[in-house]
């Protein structure tokens, strides 16, 4: 194929799919920094003495606090703060069952106040990974985004040959002065030529970025078809005793459990403790010497009740098909080594995203560059632009509006 059959592809993809794709993109950008939101928002969160990844945690303390003080509430887990201005965040079920957020100073571990379930993190968790809508159809319709993201870059190296020579091209980059006088298809053709220019910088310095994101994308899209890892779950042998899971976590328990860790992992950093009570056990998730790989890939289960060790395992044991799975969610979101590759990712997302909207915007340009729209019976060439997304526009237009509806639910619900 020549150069302007690859441009035509590459423009069919992403104009017909640039209403859905810029929504996820931006709702994935902003995930990245919805911790930071839920800082802004909520001051329960802010920590008044930085937290560092290598801070020792009183667990057994943070338990004793939300135990007296909140004793008719169920604990779920405890988790170690991501960024180092936060609270130790703990999660809990009341009364009726509903889930709810307690945050603890890490030093003095006393309760700074409360949080819904649904706050800014898991909003946009929500939004990005399936769109609100049930788990195999939201992934599905995500995973097939990631998909033409991946093939939109295929093409753009076709269409923008020699690309390797252009990574400081910025001279190209100027915008364009036009003068009253000046006849609107030549200034619709000089802002074009900016855009333009500016959407290839753009893409060629995120040319890294927009791999990561496609290929784990796409690789999300596999997983949610039959090829994900699956852990085999251990079962606690004491469940067979029947006895009262309705009893708080206990703190000999969970103290003998961080004894066993100290013990035997002396390397291993604690992240996450979960408290499984229809299972009578006390998870342990963190890290300690695999790289890229989730808490999950180095678990620790304990019995609830005793705080005997029932089994585990570790990430660097871990096969190569696991190793892909784990390694995904963190290259995806930038939440590996240092907090600090968050905002690296926000902003390579924010470039991401403009890379959607100025596609756009160079082919509304375009329109009125030729002037198309004055040769029609239609008024203007957005109207124009409208019309040429033809009848594809309205799966997006109406997952979109589900996914609005569905978020107004949840909020009610969870509020």
């Given at each position: 194929m020549n150069q302007k059959n690859w441009f035509l592809l590459h423009h069919w993809a992403g104009f017909h799919l640039s209403l859905l794709l810029t929504f996820v993109l931006l709702t994935g950008t902003f995930a990245t920094i919805?911790?930071?939101?839920?800082?802004?928002?909520?001051?329960a969160v802010r920590a008044d003495k930085r937290?560092?990844?290598?801070?020792?945690?009183?667990?057994?303390?943070?338990?004793?606090?939300?135990n007296r003080n909140i004793p008719q509430a169920t604990l779920l887990s405890i988790h170690r703060p991501e960024i180092p201005w936060h609270n130790i965040e703990v999660i809990a079920r009341n009364k009726n069952g509903e889930r709810f957020r307690v945050y603890l100073d890490a030093y003095t571990h006393q309760i700074t106040g409360e949080g819904k379930w649904l706050n800014w993190q898991r909003l946009f968790r929500q939004v990005h990974r399936h769109l609100m809508l049930p788990n195999q159809l939201g992934i599905t319709i995500v995973g097939f985004l990631g998909l033409m993201m991946l093939f939109l870059l295929i093409t753009s190296l076709y269409i923008y040959r020699h690309w390797w020579r252009s990574f400081f091209v910025f001279n190209r980059i100027k915008w364009p002065k036009v003068?009253?006088?000046?006849?609107?298809?030549?200034?619709a053709g000089k802002q074009r030529?900016?855009?333009?220019?500016?959407?290839?910088?753009?893409?060629?310095?995120?040319?890294?970025?927009?791999m990561v994101i496609s290929v784990t994308g796409v690789w999300y899209l596999i997983e949610r078809w039959g090829a994900g890892a699956r852990y085999v779950e251990i079962e606690n042998p004491a469940i067979?005793?029947?006895k009262d899971i309705s009893l708080p976590p206990s703190d000999y328990a969970l103290s003998?459990?961080?004894?066993?860790?100290?013990?035997?992992?002396?390397?291993?950093?604690?992240?996450?403790?979960?408290?499984?009570?229809?299972?009578?056990?006390?998870?342990?998730?963190g890290q300690e010497h695999a790289l890229l790989v989730r808490n999950r890939a180095n678990n620790k289960l304990f019995d609830a009740?005793?705080?005997?060790?029932i089994g585990g395992r570790q990430g660097e044991e871990l096969g190569l098909h696991f190793r892909i799975s784990e390694a995904a969610d963190l290259l995806h979101f930038g939440t590996f080594s240092s907090w600090i590759f968050r905002y690296v990712w926000f902003v390579f997302g924010v470039l991401l995203t403009s890379l959607s909207i100025t596609g756009v915007y160079m082919y509304l340009l375009r329109l009125k560059q030729i002037g198309v729209y004055q040769n029609s019976k239609t008024r203007s060439a957005l109207y124009t632009l409208w019309?040429?997304?033809?009848?594809?526009?309205?799966?997006?237009?109406l997952v979109l509006i589900l996914c609005v509806i569905l978020t107004l639910l949840d909020f009610v619900i969870n509020n």
């Open positions: 919805s911790t930071d939101l839920d800082w802004l928002t909520n001051s937290v560092s990844q290598e801070q020792t945690i009183d667990w057994s303390a943070l338990l004793n606090t939300v003068s009253p006088q000046e006849r609107p298809k030549k200034i030529k900016f855009w333009s220019e500016l959407h290839k910088i753009i893409g060629l310095w995120s040319l890294w970025f927009v067979i005793s029947q003998n459990a961080l004894n066993y860790i100290n013990k035997h992992h002396s390397e291993y950093k604690i992240n996450q403790i979960r408290f499984i009570a229809e299972k009578q056990i006390i998870e342990i998730s009740l005793s705080g005997i060790y019309h040429k997304t033809y009848w594809i526009k309205w799966p997006s237009i």
